[in-house]
T-cell receptor, first 113, second 113 residues
Framework: AQSVAQPEDQVNVAEGNPLTVKCTYS??????LFWYVQYPNRGLQFLLK??????LVKGSYGFEAEFNKSQTSFHLKKPSALVSDSALYFC???????????FGAGTRLTVKP | DTEVTQTPKHLVMGMTNKKSLKCEQH?????MYWYKQKAKKPPELMFV???????INESVPSRFSPECPNSSLLNLHLHALQPEDSALYLC????????????FGQGTRLTVV
């Protein structure tokens, strides 16, 4: 079965600095990888996905993620963080042949002014 | 329309009550999901429907009963719940398999008293 790991419960960055939220995955075959963001008492909002093709994926709100097959990683990045980026971020994986989408434990991002 | 609509937004029910959560989407998605999310935890997959048929049941207790009456609607029937079932219940939809992302509703905040 597929799984993802987010090794950091909490990431703190200063506004204007680059941010990275880490994710590693485990899946049989080619993975479909996703990043979602969740604000308090809300559902999950889709940010970006990797299916195939370029390893650098660009998504919503200036976020991007880099797929690294050899390291089985899919880290979320943003060149310049905003205070409004503070939220809970989830990495998710789905195998190519089913609808079983699994989420990582989540990383709380805090951007300080 | 990229919206998944869940009703009600909030629900308080006693342990002897019967209630239902509803979810609706009009994106033509043929995969629909129920997730349970406890505070500060990732969403946990409960059920997946593909083409209106139950394809995944993550060993969910029978007091939770899903129903997919047509391709746009997904229900979750609740009966004899326990206080530990209190959580945010999220509905999502996507295309069946493939690399498409899932779209999430805002969730139903359920409190069992």
């Amino acid at each position: 079965a597929q799984s993802v790991a987010q090794p950091e419960d909490q990431v703190n960055v200063a506004e204007g600095n680059p941010l990275t939220v880490k994710c590693t995955y485990s899946v049989s075959g080619n993975p479909y990888l996703f990043w979602y963001v969740q604000y308090p008492n809300r559902g999950l909002q889709f940010l970006l996905k990797y299916i195939t093709g370029d390893n650098l994926v660009k998504g919503s709100y200036g976020f991007e993620a880099e797929f690294n097959k050899s390291q089985t990683s899919f880290h979320l990045k943003k060149p310049s963080a905003l205070v409004s980026d503070s939220a809970l971020y989830f990495c998710a994986v789905r195998a190519w042949n089913n609808n079983d989408m699994r989420f990582g434990a989540g990383t709380r991002l805090t951007v300080k002014p | 329309d990229t919206e998944v609509t869940q009703t009600p937004k909030h629900l308080v029910m006693g342990m002897t009550n019967k209630k239902s959560l509803k979810c609706e989407q009009h994106m033509g998605h043929r995969a629909m999901y129920w997730y349970k999310q406890k505070a500060k935890k990732p969403p946990e997959l409960m059920f997946v429907y593909s083409y209106e048929k139950l394809s995944i049941n993550e060993s969910v207790p029978s007091r939770f009963s899903p129903e997919c009456p047509n391709s746009s609607l997904l229900n979750l029937h609740l009966h004899a719940l326990q206080p530990e079932d209190s959580a945010l219940y999220l509905c999502a939809s996507s295309q069946v398999a493939g690399g498409t992302e899932a779209f999430f509703g805002q969730g139903t905040r359920l409190t069992v008293v």
